[in-house]
């Protein structure tokens, strides 16, 4: 045989891009409640409790009450994402990744909004009149970590924070906590043994629920030093304003040399809508 003949050789190359591994889209999205607005600005008006009194005679004078009223208020916000493939690219590649490039470019937008709702949860909220006024979520509302990562003592907590604040239970509760946390629970007898819960964790390496609370995996949540603030909410607590649903373009830019662009934008923002729907819970990772 030829000792030249490794010039011959050839190299074969994928006709396929392959994602590499990333978040494809929103997962808090379904999980709050949605409102398409248009304006730069929205109100959502609220109606507080208010106290019925007793009638102690006959033909007695129609009694008026107060009911409270409050409102909460969110700036939306733009964002987009673009890239562009030049013709010259098209001729050097084998592939076209025009479609690569859109889907990566709405995974892009869909982990956004994870973010902005996640902001939403444990930053400030803006209500009164004109939205003038800044509301912190307070600390009756957070869960110190303890040293100590995600608890069966922790979701209790959580649990009782929320029922004891009279937050309908008919709304469906979730519970957003990063891969660390699921471990911790995953660890723990309460979940995995049949006992103490009807979904077999072991079976799958996943909890679907567990004390009312639908778990959702994030590895999007901010952590305060060395512990991750874990959110534990009602749905209708974080409200998520659409201006405009994500829109895509792809199109040839003449400005461009003609090259092929991938356009992608939304309009959204999101508010915490009442300080006794979302509890923060931080674990020791």
Known sequence: ???????????????????????????????????????????????????????TSRHADTPMMETPHSRRMVTMR?????????????????????????????????????DVIIAAMGGNAFTGQSGGTTVALPSTQKIAHGSTGLTIAKLLQSKKMLDSKDVDPSIKRYFVCSPEQMEDLLNTTQITSIDFNTVRALVNGQISEFLGFTFVQSNRLTADGSNRLCYAYAEDGIKMAMGAEPKARIEERADKSYATQVYYCASFSAVRMEEVKVVEVACAE
């Open 1 to 55: 045989m030829s000792q030249q003949i490794n010039t011959a050789f050839v190299n074969q190359f994928s006709a396929n891009i392959q994602m590499l591994s990333q978040q494809m889209g929103s997962r808090l999205r379904d999980t709050v409640d949605v409102e398409t607005i248009t304006g730069e600005k929205a109100f959502f008006e609220q109606v507080g409790s208010a106290a019925a009194v007793e009638r």
């Open 78 to 114: 733009d964002f987009e994402y673009a890239d562009l493939i030049d013709q010259q690219d098209r001729l050097k590649l084998l592939i076209d990744p025009t479609s690569s490039y859109s889907k990566a470019a709405a995974a892009s937008i869909g982990r956004k909004m994870d």
